[in-house]
């Protein structure tokens, strides 16, 4: 069995995997870990290239954009391949994913019921124009992958990060934020994205008299 038109869907253990769909690899593949990309094949029983008894996805992943998580990547396969290995060096696209190893972005798991929520907070400004913006989420996973995500789109947009590189744009990235500014200018070009983890507080319910 071979899936690969648009929104062709496969069932495995209970979830559903759509061609089309937006993953994030899981901590079960330390090679990709933390990569989002897109679904773009699936096969299963005589049609799989591999001898795994799950079926093979094929993932186009995105390449990413903040310095910690190129830098991150390029020590992984740097180890695994003995020599080093830059981002251009890395295949990235019909890479083959087992089920376990990916988890489906489409509606990004934003929070539900628990003890913590982590909130992403991203604030923007270029030549006139600004916005900033929260959203919730019940994973850590998920809030990351949202965060990657959002600074991945806001890059293929252009604007500010066509300047980086600059001797005035300021890049900083890590694990839970990412900020582009240009130096003395930060109130009018800037970028910052970052995750905050927040406990969740019942309200006490006021007693009768």
């Not at 679904?39 to 954009?65: A, H, M, S």
């Amino acid at each position: 069995m071979i899936l690969n038109k648009p929104n062709e869907t496969f069932e495995y253990e209970g979830k559903k995997y759509k061609i089309g769909d937006k993953v994030v690899v899981t901590s079960v593949d330390k090679d990709y870990e933390g990569l989002i990309g897109v679904i773009t094949e699936i096969c299963d029983g005589e049609d799989k290239d591999t001898e795994n008894d799950t079926p093979d996805i094929y993932c186009n992943f995105f390449k990413p954009v903040m310095l910690c998580d190129i830098e991150k990547l390029e020590k992984r396969f740097s180890a695994v391949f003995q020599e080093p290995r830059k981002l251009e060096d890395i295949n990235l696209d019909q890479v083959i994913m087992a089920p376990e190893m990916i988890e489906v972005i489409t509606d990004l798991g934003k929070s539900g019921k628990g003890q913590k929520i982590y909130v992403v907070t991203d604030d923007w400004a270029y030549h006139d124009e600004y916005d900033s913006k929260t959203e919730p989420f019940a994973d850590l996973m998920l809030a990351k992958a949202y965060m990657r995500e959002q600074v991945r789109q806001m890059a293929e947009y252009g604007g500010l990060f066509d300047r980086r590189g600059d001797d005035d744009c300021i890049e900083e990235s890590s694990e839970l934020s990412y900020q582009l500014y240009i130096n003395g200018w930060y109130d009018s070009d800037h970028y910052w994205i970052k995750i905050e983890e927040k406990d969740l507080k019942a309200k006490k319910e006021r007693k009768r008299k």
